[in-house]
């Protein structure tokens, strides 16, 4: 039973690409979280989905910014024209619907150059 | 905005245990206390969570005070693979979310 995958575990882009992040939760688990983590601090939350819908988005940039969870396939997060500021460590977790514990992935480390 | 306040950093000689104090003195009736501890580089590892009763698994036990406004976490044979920051997060439970607000945790060093 596979973990958390999240790929790519490294991404560099230069400033106004576009980044797209993926997160392929546990078997069976339908609840999806992203974090992000800058440089020297501690883990943000982001955006929680299930399947199809994004539950909570109120730590997401109001710009630039996007999370899917589509019906079939990975969870996406989306950054549109990166900047310097953008370059951390995002992670994903996952959990079943009544879950007490979130299973995390070993991370994205994004680098804006 | 975390609702926890946790001691920087600590140290703890390899074999013996580590006690991880946290203060909650905000906790409500129905949020739960869990732990969480990250190995430099990797992503978070739960740990264990509980809410009002003291509880014990196989990677450590936790110590709810009767007011539930603190509680200490403790590995009973610190070794030098459980150098971390751990993390106390106060979360209401539920199940339908593992929104987690990280504070800014307390780093363990085990020494040999």
């Known amino acids: 039973n596979a973990g958390v995958m999240q790929n790519p575990r490294h991404l560099v882009r230069r400033r106004g690409q576009e980044a797209r992040l993926r997160c392929s939760p546990m078997?069976?688990?339908?609840?999806v979280y992203w974090y992000r983590q800058l440089p020297e601090e501690g883990l943000k939350f982001m955006v929680y989905?299930?399947?199809?819908?994004?539950?909570?988005e109120s730590g997401m940039p109001k710009e630039r910014f996007s999370a899917e969870f589509p019906k079939e396939g990975p969870s996406i997060l989306r950054i549109q024209q990166v900047v310097r500021g953008d370059s951390a460590a995002y992670f994903c977790?996952?959990?079943?619907?009544?879950?007490?514990?979130?299973?995390f992935g070993q991370g994205t480390r994004l680098t804006v150059v | 905005d975390a609702k926890t306040t946790q001691p920087p950093s600590m140290d703890c000689a390899e074999g013996r245990a580590a006690n991880l104090p946290c203060n909650h003195s905000?906790?409500?009736?129905?949020?739960?206390v869990y732990w969480y501890r990250q190995i430099h580089s990797q992503g978070p590892q739960y740990i264990i969570h509980?809410?009002?009763n003291n509880e014990t698994n196989e990677m450590a036990s936790l110590i709810i005070t009767e007011d539930r406004k603190s509680s200490t976490l403790i590995l009973p044979h610190a070794t030098l693979r459980d150098t971390a920051v751990y993390y106390c997060?106060?979360?209401?439970?539920?199940?339908?979310?593992?929104?987690?607000?990280f504070g800014t945790g307390t780093l363990l060093a085990v020494q040999p």
């Open positions: 977790a996952s959990s079943t619907q009544r879950s007490t514990e979130a299973f």
């Open positions: 078997k069976g688990h339908s609840h």
């Open positions: 989905l299930q399947k199809e819908n994004i539950i909570d």
């Open positions: 905000t906790i409500s009736g129905n949020e739960y």
């Open positions: 509980g809410l009002k």
């Open positions: 997060i106060v979360s209401p439970d539920g199940g339908a979310t593992n929104k987690l607000i």
